[in-house]
Structures are given as structure tokens and as C-alpha cells.
């Protein structure tokens, strides 16, 4: 089992709509996660940070995360073109110190083309 | 403020040849991490640094990658001999300490290895 796993894609939206996109993860004890964006040919932009369950809402994003059920995910609302990017979903895991500051674990990516 | 500085942009060598990718990252950020992304791999942390104090290689390859960072403004990434396998790019990324690890990419070096 992969530690951090994304639906690869691609996931097509029209503009407009709601982009959903999941990511699980295999570390109970994992601490912190993050969303990027990537453009293609472009460096990971760090857009979403979330600690605690629930949600969590900036702008036209949103990210959930269920520590119980090992999920984070991410809702874009109103999707536009240029969102249509690859998000990486990346997960802190548990550090063996007891510090939460760790390596980041990412997954492979799920490509969203939105489609005006 | 700048963000995090990387060069070169673009490297092509031949096999055999000794790489250099350097890093400058984010002023005040207390760690630095060097990434390789390739379409198969995805993106892999290769090392990480805190303090200047390297605090997890395993990621590196094998003994032809090297990093070092003499100091808080200045790290470097180094192949040698480089090797068509390690045709990707890298990414340099830095964090601040009471963030819970949220890092900061820079622009990357496409490395091509002919």
C-alpha cells in the first residue's frame, strides 16, 4: 500500500462546477497535510494547509480532512481554467521524536483539466 | 521578499560528467529539502537539512549524489558521475520552523543527462 494515494486522473470539470479531489493515506498518526498545485513545468505552489479535522476554507478552496477515516480532500468551487493543474496531496507522518516536523510524503498527483 | 533561488534553470551534460545544482533558499527558513520529480518516480525527497546539519539522506540514490550546506543562505546538490537514469528535475524547497513543515518550492533544474 502506498503511503499517500491520489486518484490519478485526469478529472474533468466543466467551468464552474465543483472539482473534488481525494487523497488517503496509510500513517494514523500522521500530523499535518497539504495541497499544491502544479502547472505543468512549473515547481509545487503550496495552496491548502490543514492540522485538524473538519474543514477548512480559503477562497474558492476548501480541504477536509478526517483523521479517523485516514482522508484529506480538496473542493474547488466555481472551477475555472486556470485551475487546470496537477494537485499533489502531501502528508507530515508521525516523527519518531515526537516533534510533528518530518519529512513531507506526497502522493502521485491528480491531473484536473477544467474545460470552459 | 524573493522566494527560493535555483541554478541552473536548465543543465545538459553528457554521461559521465560532474553535475552541480545550487540552492539558495528562503532568508530565515530553518530547513531546506532537495526533491526529484520524474514522470515515473513522482516527487522524491532526496535529503533534508535543519540548521544547516544534514538530518535524513536516505532518499539519496546512491553514493554519486552528494549535498552539502556550508551554510543558512547557500546549498548544493552534486552528481558525480552523472548517469542518463538521473535525467529529471530537482527542486530545492525551504521551510520555517513554526510553520509544521509547509515548504516553499523553487523554480527547479531540468536536469538532462545525455
Known amino acids: 500500500q502506498k503511503e499517500v494515494e491520489q486518484n490519478s486522473g485526469p478529472l474533468s470539470v466543466p467551468e464552474g462546477a465543483i472539482a473534488s479531489l481525494n487523497c488517503t493515506y496509510s500513517?494514523?498518526?500522521?500530523?499535518?497535510f497539504f495541497w499544491y498545485r502544479q502547472y505543468s513545468g512549473k515547481s509545487p505552489e503550496l495552496i491548502m494547509s490543514?492540522?485538524?479535522?473538519g474543514d477548512k476554507e480559503d477562497g474558492r478552496f476548501t480541504a477536509q480532512l478526517n483523521k479517523a477515516s485516514q482522508y484529506v480532500s480538496l473542493l474547488i468551487r466555481d472551477s475555472q481554467p486556470s485551475d487546470s493543474a496537477t494537485y499533489l496531496c502531501?502528508?507530515?507522518?508521525?516523527?519518531?521524536?515526537?516533534?510533528?516536523?518530518?519529512?513531507?510524503?506526497f502522493g502521485q498527483g491528480t491531473i484536473l483539466t477544467v474545460h470552459p | 521578499d524573493a522566494g527560493v533561488i535555483q541554478s541552473p534553470r536548465h543543465e545538459v551534460t553528457e554521461m559521465g560528467q560532474e553535475v552541480t545544482l545550487r540552492c539558495k533558499p528562503i532568508?530565515?527558513?530553518?530547513?531546506l529539502f532537495w526533491y526529484r520529480q520524474t514522470m515515473m518516480r513522482g516527487l522524491e525527497l532526496l535529503i533534508y537539512?535543519?540548521?544547516?546539519?544534514?538530518?535524513?539522506d536516505s532518499g539519496m540514490p546512491e553514493d554519486r549524489f552528494s549535498a552539502k550546506m556550508p551554510n543558512a543562505s547557500f546549498s548544493t546538490l552534486k552528481i558525480q558521475p552523472s548517469e542518463p537514469r538521473d535525467s529529471a528535475v530537482y527542486f530545492c524547497?525551504?521551510?520555517?520552523?513554526?510553520?509544521?513543515?509547509?515548504?516553499?518550492f523553487g523554480p527547479g533544474t531540468r536536469l538532462t543527462v545525455l
Open positions: 500513517d494514523r498518526g500522521s500530523q499535518s
Open positions: 537539512f535543519n540548521n544547516n546539519v544534514p538530518i535524513d
Open positions: 532568508s530565515g527558513h530553518d530547513y
Open positions: 524547497a525551504s521551510s520555517p520552523r513554526d510553520t509544521d513543515n509547509e515548504q516553499f
Open positions: 490543514i492540522y485538524s479535522n
Open positions: 502531501a502528508v507530515n507522518p508521525r516523527h519518531a521524536g515526537g516533534t510533528s516536523y518530518g519529512k513531507l510524503t
